[in-house]
């Protein structure tokens, strides 16, 4: 079965919104018996070898999503654990609310300009 380009699909994986666009292809080769294997296994779960190597393709990035995520969650705890040791440290500032909001504004003001 040949999807168009334009054609959208969702997979078991997929929440209504989150409907993509087909627009990639992976071509590999391996060899005759591990294809005729396959066959069969996409034959018992009646599904075409296409549909099956898709949806362990998702499987896959579903899976590398969560490992970054659980790198970013490393890297924020890792960021915590740090301000807690300036804090224990004494090597902490205090502000105000209304100085953190000067400060962003004269941030962001020098990113607008390209001078960060």
């Known amino acids: 079965m040949t999807i168009p380009p334009t054609t959208t699909i969702m997979t078991t994986q ?7 666009t087909m627009s990639s292809t992976i071509h590999f080769r391996i060899d005759e018996e591990t294809k005729r294997l396959a066959m069969q296994a996409a034959e018992r ?37 740090q301000a807690f040791s300036r804090h224990d440290a004494g090597e902490s500032e205090y502000i105000s609310n209304e100085e ?17």
Do not use: F, Y
């Not at 929440?15 to 993509?20: A, G, L, N, S």
């Not at 400060?103 to 003001?109: A, D, F, G, I």
């Open 100 to 116: 953190m909001e000067s400060r962003m504004n004269t941030l962001k003001q020098q990113a607008l300009r390209g001078k960060l």
């Open 45 to 81: 779960h009646n599904m075409s070898l296409t549909e099956l190597m898709r949806q362990r393709a998702e499987e896959l990035a579903a899976e590398e999503l969560r490992h970054q995520s659980n790198e970013h969650d490393g890297w924020l705890e890792e960021q915590i654990a």
């Open 14 to 20: 997929m929440t209504p919104h989150q409907v993509i």
